[in-house]
């Protein structure tokens, strides 16, 4: 059976492995080139000068320079990151989607069973082979993916938590791809035709990533809240990295002024009478900035919760399926 299986997916194995190989030769080179310039503005030293609390302003304005030149050059590689996100996608297309349903559209299902393997033997020998490529190459593509986008989520105000860069790196590629896997095989089991369960994973996939990302990620803890006034110096140093969930300008009051934005004045710009800087707005004197944000030190915790939602919702994708299985004639 294990030999049945090798031959029958060995061309998919071959077209992953080629797939892989053509990513590398084009990411590579580009990631040593982002990482040379990263290393050519001095932002290493940025990186561990911005994280003390003592650091001097002449140092965050070069430092935010620096940055600003390095998002200048390699900004657009954001949308190549968006391409690059799909990428646990495809592998659910054509890894998972065609493990049954190719089976039972063909008929070959029937041969396999009345050789003397059962049902049970077939599907975990099927599901094995699949399970040990895919979490190989989810593995590879989680390293792989972390090395590339270090320097472009280091140069970003957002961090590591930003949306798109939090996707690519760490461990959950590794839940995303067992996940789209499992979810072709799920359709492929109860639709038991190819272009059905390919598109039911392409839809699948995109509606539960998308809804774990903007309604539940946001969640995974409470968030915090910073303030600081509209006069003076602005933010205080240490919040880069933090993911930005909410911000606006508040006055004294509470009452949101205008949100998604933060203003900055000159210190006692404001005058007695709030009339000045930020007067067309309706502020008060005492007007502050307002931002909720989830702390950037959450990355590891947060990128634990999501695998362990992506697996155990590839664990009961594929649970339901085996059993639908028996039910195959």
């Known amino acids: 059976m294990i030999w049945l299986a090798w031959r029958q997916h060995r061309k998919q194995l071959l077209f992953t492995l080629l797939g892989f190989a053509l990513l590398a030769a084009v990411m590579i080179p580009i990631g040593v080139a982002m990482r040379s310039t990263f290393a050519e503005l001095g932002l290493p030293a940025c990186v561990r000068d911005l ?19 390095f ?4 900004g657009a590689l954001n949308l190549v990151a968006v391409l690059l996100v799909m990428l646990p996608m495809l592998v659910g297309l054509f890894w998972g989607a065609p493990l049954v349903a190719r089976e039972v559209e063909q008929g070959t299902h029937r041969f396999v069973w009345t050789q003397g393997i059962s049902r049970r033997r077939w599907v975990l020998v099927k599901l094995g082979l699949a399970g040990a490529v895919v979490l190989t190459a989810a593995v590879g593509y989680g390293l792989g993916m972390s090395w590339w986008v270090d320097p472009l989520t280091q ?4 961090g590591r938590l930003g949306y798109i860069v939090f996707d690519l790196q760490g461990i959950v590629p590794i839940g ?3 996940f789209a896997v499992a979810l072709g095989i799920f359709a492929g089991t109860l639709w038991r035709r190819m272009l059905p369960a390919m598109a039911i994973t392409l839809v699948g996939y995109a509606g ?6 903007v309604l539940a990620r946001p969640h995974y803890q409470p968030a915090s809240t910073l303030t600081f006034p509209v006069t003076g110096n602005g933010e205080p140093i240490g919040g880069r990295g933090n993911w930005i969930l909410s911000s606006g300008v508040r006055n004294p009051d509470g009452q949101m002024v205008v949100s998604d ?14 009339r000045g800087c930020g007067a067309e707005l309706g502020l008060e004197p005492g007007a502050y900035n307002w931002q909720l944000y989830q702390p950037a030190g959450r990355f590891w915790l947060f990128q634990g919760i999501e695998t362990g939602i992506f697996v155990l919702l590839a664990l009961v994708l594929v ?7 028996r039910r195959i004639a």
Do not use: F, K, M, S
Request: proline share 7%; aromatic share 8%; net charge positive.
């Open 51 to 69: 994280a003390r609390a003592d650091v001097a302003p002449a140092t965050v304005e070069a430092c935010e320079a620096g940055y600003r030149r």
């Open 208 to 213: 539960v990533r998308a809804a774990v990302a």
């Open 71 to 74: 998002t200048n050059r390699y």
């Open 319 to 325: 649970y339901v399926a085996v059993r639908a299985i």
């Open 155 to 158: 140069a970003a105000h957002e």
């Open 261 to 274: 934005t933060r203003l900055q004045c000159p210190p006692g710009a404001l005058g007695p009478t709030g």
């Open 176 to 178: 995303y791809t067992l």
